[in-house]
């Protein structure tokens, strides 16, 4: 008897800038089914996609949407409030997006930093299952650092979420990608992820990245024991603006 293996989730990717075609040519590489989309008519990217993303194929969003298990958020953040929930519910949505002043300019929701920028992300998405990962390491370097799994210089992503089953599913797509996966827990601590923390921007191993989380959950203490209660639905001063 043959036996068959399970077919990979298929993937869309939101976002046709730096990110975007990067993320869909690692994970078509990894033997991903992906389309890629932006707001307007796919026509628009099939060069972008040919020379950057060989393989992934250019959609309109609601169709790339439709299909896909994965959808992957690669625009910039002030953008995200053009994206329509309702199309993204019952989706696992892989935010990939940072809070840049300077180029998305002063959004109140992001302002305060009582929530990381995720949970912002989720409550927004109420029907989706959101999961933190990939906005911590450069569009360049995604493509550059991969290496195959027991590599010792293999370096680390984290993955933060809520659920068990979302979580699980985008570990296996770090892993599958070339990266070591650590799973940070809940999606609250996916603000160790963003600009700042202690793992942005920076190559390291797992042990390595590990160990950084480790130190700054210590060095936390009392404060961070205090966010355990927040979680992604509880937001009642949720950002307006996102609403």
Not at 166 to 185: F, K, N, S, T
């Amino acid at each position: 008897m043959t036996a068959y293996a399970p077919a990979r989730p298929r993937i869309a990717v939101l976002g046709a800038g730096h990110t975007g075609p990067v993320i869909a040519r690692v994970a078509t590489e990894a033997g991903y089914p992906l389309s890629i989309a932006v707001s307007g008519d796919p026509e628009q990217i099939e060069l972008i996609t040919t020379v950057l993303a060989p393989g992934a194929e250019p959609r309109w969003a609601a169709e790339a949407i439709r299909d896909a298990d994965i959808v992957v958020l690669a625009i910039p953040l002030h953008r995200f409030a053009t994206v329509d929930p309702a199309r993204l519910a019952g989706k696992v949505v892989v935010d990939t997006m940072n809070y840049w002043p300077p180029t998305d300019g002063a959004l109140a929701a992001f302002e305060s930093g009582r929530y990381g920028s995720s949970e912002i992300v989720q409550h927004r998405l109420a029907g989706s299952r959101v999961v933190k990962t990939l906005n911590h390491i450069g569009y360049h370097e995604l493509d550059e650092d991969r290496r195959p799994r027991g590599h010792r210089q293999r370096r680390a992503l984290g993955v933060a979420g809520d659920d068990p089953a979302a979580v699980a599913l985008i570990v296996e797509v770090i892993d599958r990608i070339g990266y070591d996966p650590v799973q940070l827990g809940r999606l609250r601590d996916g603000r160790l992820l963003q600009p700042g923390g202690p793992v942005f921007g920076i190559s390291l191993r797992r042990d390595e990245f590990e160990a950084a989380i480790s130190t700054e959950a210590e060095l936390a203490g009392p404060a961070e024991a205090a966010l355990s209660g927040v979680g992604s639905h509880s937001l009642t001063d949720a950002p307006k603006d996102l609403s």
